[in-house]
T-cell receptor, first 116, second 112 residues
Framework: GAGVSQSPSNKVTEKGKDVELRCDPI?????LYWYRQSLGQGLEFLIY????????KSGLPSDRFSAERTGGSVSTLTIQRTQQEDSAVYLC??????????????FGEGSWLTVV | TQLLEQSPQFLSIQEGENLTVYCNSS?????LQWYRQEPGEGPVLLVT?????EVKKLKRLTFQFGDARKDSSLHITAAQPGDTGLYLC????????????FGQGTRLTINP
């Protein structure tokens, strides 16, 4: 598709289980972001990938959270030993790199995670 | 601590009224963006402002960047039910930085 694709769109998991959330960015976009949004709230930055550079992990809330981006395209956000406070919408976004592409960020529809 | 403070957090008004949403910070931003988000969807960019004092208009929406580049406002004239949504401001502190810092959002409801 033309937009950022995320899966699953909804995930209910039991406390203590691991979850993986997938993001397929817009083709050709070298920058990829993960944000977290609690119900009706603003977005909390988690991690940012840019090409082959080391990712900016400064927003990851704990070592239970990790993300990787394979081949400069698809990214997976992994949450280990999920807790109830992890329940949120996890939004992925991508943007082109450099001045020609501008700084417009395009968001996916998000993965709604509920930990019970 | 919220780097970008939006106010009000909730606003419910009648169709046809005017409204202003504010986004304030003690930090200077190289650019500031406004997004609108509808339920079940990701935020969609409305505008980017980069120059202190800049004013941009999108139909009935007017966006202003403060002279000191620390604050911004969104004014909607003659609000319509289709304007209902979550409005988010987001800023970049360092020029060219890719990490956007978001405000907590303003949930706007326009009643017919």
């Amino acid at each position: 598709g033309a937009g950022v694709s995320q899966s699953p769109s909804n995930k209910v998991t039991e406390k203590g289980k691991d979850v993986e959330l997938r993001c397929d960015p817009i083709s050709g976009h070298t920058a990829l972001y993960w944000y977290r949004q609690s119900l009706g709230q603003g977005l909390e930055f988690l991690i940012y990938f840019q090409g082959n550079s080391a990712p900016d992990k400064s927003g990851l809330p704990s070592d239970r959270f990790s993300a990787e981006r394979t081949g400069g395209s698809v990214s997976t956000l992994t949450i280990q030993r999920t807790q109830q406070e992890d329940s949120a919408v996890y939004l992925c976004a991508s943007s082109p790199r450099g001045q020609l592409g501008g700084n417009t960020i395009y968001f996916g529809e998000g993965s709604w995670l509920t930990v019970v | 601590t919220q780097l970008l403070e939006q106010s009000p957090q909730f606003l419910s008004i009648q169709e046809g009224e005017n409204l202003t949403v504010y986004c304030n910070s003690s930090s200077v931003f190289s650019s500031l963006q406004w997004y609108r988000q509808e339920p079940g969807e990701g935020p969609v960019l409305l505008v980017t402002v980069v120059t202190g004092g800049e004013v941009k208009k999108l139909k009935r929406l007017t966006f202003q960047f403060g002279d000191a580049r620390k604050d911004s406002s969104l004014h909607i004239t003659a609000a319509q039910p289709g304007d209902t949504g979550l409005y988010l401001c987001a800023g970049r502190i360092i020029q060219g930085a890719q990490k956007l810092v978001f405000g907590q959002g303003t949930r706007l409801t326009i009643n017919p």
